[in-house]
């Protein structure tokens, strides 16, 4: 018995070793970016555009970090560019479009301007048929390089300006872990921190794990080290960033949990607000929903993605549990949070749904009462087991069923909102409604945004307001 427990550590902790990037290669990869600001001119200026989830943008923020430490500025202007980089997404195929025709568009800049720099990176480019289809048809791209290589930015950046020829990266080392490289947080008053990386659940239908690998967690030293750091310039807020954070540290012997994780990181102080991203509904356990109602900085707000409300459906996509015993976790997260606000991800028209399928859907919808629900259309991954799966329903019927997800949700929420008009809630002012300029923005501790008037010196801070008018994606208010 204790061999083959001594055997199985060995092995687990061995797996781990393997993936960690060592000081040694992180000081080497720092020399390159040095090396870089040494040998160009200054000042020189990045445009950096990302595509995608909470996780893609911080990679950008350390592609932005490693681009600041080799002399690059950030710019939004395209034309007074040195580099550019795509930061890709390859979880819906319109992403991808956009990015091809994003790509193309580059040509005639390039023409312009022959220093100029195109770089790609990200999940897309992490697939082979992508890459090989930029290293035919987009010449005029630099560098490509998948997730894994992303630490290795310097060095392949260092050699394209050296050797003025194009580099291609993507070594599939499934996935590897760097700290102590620089990163450029960009949020200004909620700042994502990613607990770790990759995921171990290959729903059928997701492209994830075969462009982020095997999952893999952050130490926590590592974390609370990086949250302090962002509490220091006065942020409050902190979203724990994974694809399935409910699993953070199971793959380290004897390490804490995700709950646990929360507790830690709620004792750093200044951060007032902690939320996180994504749970995957199999993993939500009883201590994480008793973590979240008794630790008053993390907000009760919960993203729990169903995909779909068909148990035939489920099981096709591999979700690994049902109907029931979703609504299940449901009905316990409600009773033990009342307040909480909840939201959901839905992919319509999966192979083989049908009209019935689809019904359970709505069902969900109309039991659960999300406050507000990301929708999809079933999209076609290459290489995914769904993608040889047939499909049941025409793309027309798939769009019909779509539009009336988005109807009863939008009722649902609208009925939702109302119920917070003439209340008072707490809100962090987050800056200039996107909208109108003449209203401040910011949101409750359910994430519900709050449109205001009042003065710019509030972003930032925590403000109580009078709900007074409410829609359906948004609601307004007066500060009291
Ligand atoms: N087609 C449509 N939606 C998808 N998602 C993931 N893969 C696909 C796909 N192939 C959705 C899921 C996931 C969210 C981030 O994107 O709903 O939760
Ligand atoms: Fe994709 Fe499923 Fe992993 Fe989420 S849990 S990233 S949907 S494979």
């Not at 630099?142 to 060095?155: N, P």
């Not at 462009?211 to 302090?228: A, C, F, N, P, T």
């Not at 949700?409 to 003439?422: A, F, G, H, L, V």
Request: hydrophobic content about 35%; aromatic content about 8%; proline content about 2%.
């Amino acid at each position: 018995m204790n061999n083959l427990f001594l055997e199985g550590k060995k092995k687990r902790m061995s797996k781990r070793e393997k993936i960690v990037i060592p000081n040694a290669e992180i000081e080497r990869q720092k020399g390159f970016l040095l090396d870089i600001k040494n040998m160009t001119k200054s000042p020189k200026f990045a445009f950096i555009e990302t595509y995608g989830c909470a996780q893609n943008v911080n990679d950008s923020e350390k592609l932005l970090g490693m681009l600041s430490m080799a002399g690059y500025e950030k710019t939004l202007d395209k034309e007074k560019a040195d580099i550019i980089i795509y930061n890709t997404c390859a979880v819906r195929e319109n992403a991808e479009l956009k990015v091809f025709g994003n790509i193309g568009a580059l040509k005639a800049l390039k023409r312009k301007k022959e220093d100029l720099i195109i770089g790609v990176c990200g999940c897309m480019m992490q697939q082979e048929h992508i890459a090989d289809q930029i290293r035919k048809k987009y010449k005029h791209v630099d560098i490509v390089f998948g997730t894994h290589a992303l630490y290795r930015f310097g060095e392949i950046l260092k050699n394209v300006l050296t050797e003025k020829e194009r580099i291609i990266d993507i070594t599939k080392s499934d996935g590897v872990i760097y700290e102590d490289m620089p990163i450029s947080h960009t949020g200004t008053v909620s700042q994502g921190v990613s607990v770790m990386y990759g995921c171990n659940n290959f729903c059928t239908y997701c492209i994830v794990p075969y462009v982020r690998g095997r999952e893999r967690s952050r130490l926590k030293e590592d974390i609370i080290s990086e949250v302090k750091s962002i509490a220091e310039k006065g942020i409050k807020e902190i979203t724990l960033l994974g694809q399935n954070v409910n699993s953070y540290g199971h793959d380290i012997e004897n390490y804490i949990d995700f709950p646990d994780l929360l507790g830690e990181v709620s004792k750093v102080e200044g951060i007032e607000r902690i939320r996180f991203m994504t749970s995957h509904p199999k993993d939500l356990s009883d201590k994480l929903i008793d973590e979240i109602a008794s630790n008053k900085k993390v907000c009760a707000q919960l993203h729990l993605p169903i995909q779909c409300g068909s148990d035939n459906i489920l099981k096709k996509m591999n979700r690994k549990y049902t109907k029931e015993e979703y609504l299940e976790k449901i009905k316990k997260v409600k009773e033990k949070i009342p307040n909480i606000t909840l939201t959901t991800d839905i992919i319509v028209g999966f192979p083989g749904e049908t009209n019935e399928d689809f019904e359970h859907t709505i069902d969900v919808l109309e039991k659960v009462r999300y406050d507000s629900v990301f929708s999809f259309i079933y999209s076609k991954r290459k290489g995914t087991p769904a993608s040889v799966m047939e499909d049941v329903l025409t793309p027309e019927e798939k769009k019909k069923n779509f539009n009336r997800l988005l109807e009863v949700q939008n009722r649902i929420s609208k009925e939702i909102n109302d119920e917070y008009e003439n209340k008072e809630y707490e809100i962090l002012v987050e800056g200039e409604s996107k909208t109108d300029i003449n209203y401040l923005t910011g949101r409750t501790e359910g994430g519900k945004i709050v449109n205001f008037k009042g003065d710019k010196n509030l972003v930032g801070k925590i403000i109580k307001i009078k709900v007074t008018k409410a829609q359906t994606w948004s609601l307004f208010g007066e500060i009291i």
